[in-house]
């Protein structure tokens, strides 16, 4: 399987603590296999990185935990810093959700993006230990391209969402949807630094906060 294999990472994460996968079933026995190793190498990497912090991790810690010969990491990522990239799939593919809902037309456009505040907080949000080592392996890898290109996807597809807000009378037609596409990850990245620097408000709490601020800035009145 190449590295650049496309997987629905979303799906797999929200399903990982059950005890089945359904919607793993349309897959062939090794691309199922194929896709819970590598979620397995990404999620015992997030927790060792969440543990020591990302410089102080190998690749032989990370294959150790997961219980794979480190030849099997190589197959499924070209280096420790790509290992990230997993958790930029798995946002895209979460903001790619919030667009499809929106395309779809049965829910408004607010409690889409509602939705998406709290998803994209899912996976970081586990710990601040977590989210401050996400935060600073991104700033330190050498995958800030690839990340920045991801970044930018998703800016994309906000960027429709909001338009589409506009259309549906939702959304301040005045405003630049380029703008509140940046903005909207500026509020999430800026809601998980302050959480996990020690806020003592909940993740929870914080995330529906920054919401609602931002729905109250750009909302039609």
């Given at each position: 399987m190449s590295i650049g294999k496309q997987i629905d990472f979303a799906s797999l994460v929200e399903a990982l603590g059950a005890e089945e996968l359904p919607h793993m079933k349309g897959m062939g026995r090794r691309e199922r296999k194929a896709a819970l190793t590598r979620?397995?190498?990404?999620?015992?990497?997030?927790?060792?990185?969440?543990?020591?912090?990302?410089?102080?991790?190998?690749?032989?810690?990370?294959?150790?935990?997961?219980?794979?010969?480190?030849?099997?990491?190589?197959?499924?990522?070209?280096?420790?810093?790509?290992?990230?990239?997993?958790?930029?799939?798995?946002?895209?593919?979460?903001?790619?959700?919030a667009l499809q809902a929106a395309t779809d037309g049965k829910r408004s456009i607010r409690s889409v993006v509602h939705d998406l505040f709290a998803k994209v907080s899912e996976e970081p949000g586990r710990s601040p230990?977590?989210?401050?080592?996400?935060?600073?392996?991104?700033?330190?890898?050498?995958?800030?391209?690839?990340?920045?290109?991801?970044?930018?996807?998703?800016?994309?597809?906000?960027?429709?969402?909001?338009?589409?807000?506009?259309?549906?009378?939702?959304?301040?037609?005045?405003?630049?949807?380029?703008?509140?596409?940046?903005?909207?990850?500026?509020?999430?990245?800026?809601?998980?630094?302050?959480?996990?620097?020690?806020?003592?408000q909940k993740l929870q709490t914080a995330v529906e906060a920054s919401f609602q601020h931002f729905w109250r800035a750009i909302a039609k009145n």
């Open positions: 979620l397995k190498l990404f999620r015992c990497a997030l927790q060792l990185f969440a543990q020591r912090g990302f410089p102080s991790v190998t690749v032989e810690d990370i294959t150790e935990a997961a219980d794979v010969g480190k030849g099997t990491f190589f197959n499924y990522f070209a280096s420790k810093d790509h290992v990230l990239s997993v958790m930029a799939e798995i946002q895209l593919g979460k903001v790619r959700e230990e977590l989210a401050r080592a996400l935060l600073a392996a991104f700033l330190s890898s050498s995958i800030k391209e690839l990340l920045g290109q991801n970044m930018s996807e998703g800016r994309r597809m906000a960027r429709r969402i909001f338009e589409l807000g506009q259309q549906r009378g939702e959304i301040d037609p005045k405003l630049k949807t380029e703008q509140l596409a940046f903005h909207l990850q500026q509020s999430f990245l800026g809601t998980m630094l302050l959480w996990s620097l020690g806020s003592e």
